[in-house]
Structure formats: structure tokens, C-alpha cells
């Protein structure tokens, strides 16, 4: 257990729809990573916050959003599913960069776009 | 644009042999990480290498890192079946981690 708690762990949905991911992270853990794994696109960074902050953007769709709330929790939102949004979506947090310390990931959550 | 290549990308060796496994990258990174990914399931943390030339044994595994060279191996030394999986290197050369394309491993007896 890495500590990194995201649900739902498996989601199915419509075209067209509104979902939205949960993160939790590592307890005293101020960065929170968002990544997209699916078979042909491999692990694709989507977006960081560190503190609340956003800190790096990498190709997350307009139709993607993402917040980091005061607690460190982080929420992505995904909007107008389409079929190709259908992955696994995965969380990972660390302490400061500076620390050098390892990034731990979640289980993930298991999108189904239908 | 980072680009973080490894090869192979896929490896079939006999339980036994010993192997490496290739990670280049394309911009300057003082760190880098080694995962290791059962199929659907999550990403498991092996190495963190923070330095040029800093080297990590952990069992039957041993990562090491060239920052000049922006080149990282993961060498195996006398596969087992439990090795099988997908390994992943990463970069962090800012706040941004950005992956490999992975490498599947398949030990056969």
C-alpha cells in the first residue's frame, strides 16, 4: 500500500459525460502528480500541483481539468467523454522535489467510456 | 520536447540469464527513477538515483545513472519468473516526471 488513495476504482460511463477523480495523498505529501496510461498513448503526464498550486501542465485536453484543495486532496475533472478518454488514470504524490525522495503512486482508477 | 526512450521494448530472457535494460533521455535530469508495473495494476517504486554516477542494488536488480551521458541501465542478474513485468524509467528534470515508453519483461524457465 503506497498510501495514495484514489476512487473510484472503476468507472463506467457515456459519451458525452461529466466524471470526476479523486486523490488522496500520502500523508504529508505536497505534490500531487496526474497521469493517463492507456495502451497505445503509454503513461502520459497530465498535470501537477504542489500545495494547491498548479506547478507543470503536460498534454491534458481543455476538456480536462484538475484542482488541488486546501486539505491536498486533488480532484481531476474530465468533461465530454469520448470514447478515447478510456484508460487508467493514476495519482502519485511526494514530498517537495527538493527531498529527492521517491513519487508514490495510487491503484488508479479505471475509466470506461461507452 | 523531453524525450525519455528505453530499449527493448519488450524482452523475452530464460530464467537465469542476465540482462540489461536501456534508458535515454533527451534533456538534462540530476535524477531518475526506475518503476515497476504488474499488468493492471499500479506503478511500484524501485530506484531513485540522484546523482551522476550513483548506483542501487536492490535483489536481483541494480540501477545506475550517467547524467552526462543521459543514459540509465537496469540490469538483471539471474532472471526469475517473479521478475516479469513492465519497467519504467522517468525523468524529473524540472517539477514535471515524464516516462519511458516501458519495457516488458517475460522470464520463461
Known amino acids: 500500500d503506497s498510501g495514495v488513495t484514489q476512487t473510484p476504482k472503476h468507472l463506467i460511463t457515456a459519451t458525452g459525460q461529466r466524471v470526476t477523480l479523486r486523490c488522496s495523498p500520502r500523508s504529508g505529501d505536497l505534490s500531487v502528480y496526474w497521469y493517463q496510461q492507456s495502451l497505445d498513448q503509454g503513461l502520459q503526464f497530465l498535470i501537477q500541483y504542489y500545495n494547491g498550486e498548479e506547478r507543470a501542465k503536460g498534454n491534458i485536453l481543455e476538456r480536462f481539468s484538475a484542482q488541488q484543495f486546501p486539505d491536498l486532496h486533488s480532484e481531476l475533472n474530465l468533461s465530454s467523454l469520448e470514447l478515447g478518454d478510456s484508460a487508467l488514470y493514476f495519482c502519485?504524490?511526494?514530498?517537495?522535489?527538493?527531498?529527492?525522495?521517491?513519487?508514490?503512486f495510487g491503484e488508479g482508477s479505471w475509466l470506461t467510456v461507452v | 520536447e523531453l524525450k525519455v526512450e528505453q530499449n527493448p521494448l519488450f524482452l523475452s530472457m530464460q530464467e537465469g540469464k542476465n540482462y540489461t535494460i536501456y534508458c535515454n533521455y533527451s534533456?538534462?535530469?540530476?535524477?531518475l527513477y526506475w518503476y515497476r508495473q504488474d499488468p493492471g495494476k499500479s506503478l511500484e517504486s524501485l530506484f531513485v538515483l540522484l546523482s551522476n554516477g550513483a548506483v542501487k542494488q536492490e535483489g536481483r536488480l541494480m540501477a545506475s545513472l550517467d547524467t552526462k551521458a543521459r543514459l540509465s541501465t537496469l540490469h538483471i542478474t539471474a532472471a526469475v519468473h517473479d521478475l516479469s513485468a513492465t519497467y519504467f524509467c522517468?525523468?524529473?528534470?524540472?517539477?514535471?516526471?515524464?516516462f519511458g515508453t516501458g519495457t516488458r519483461l517475460q522470464v520463461f524457465p
Open positions: 522517468a525523468v524529473q528534470p524540472f517539477d514535471k516526471l515524464i
Open positions: 502519485a504524490s511526494s514530498e517537495d522535489r527538493a527531498s529527492g525522495n521517491t513519487i508514490y
Open positions: 534533456t538534462t535530469s540530476d535524477r
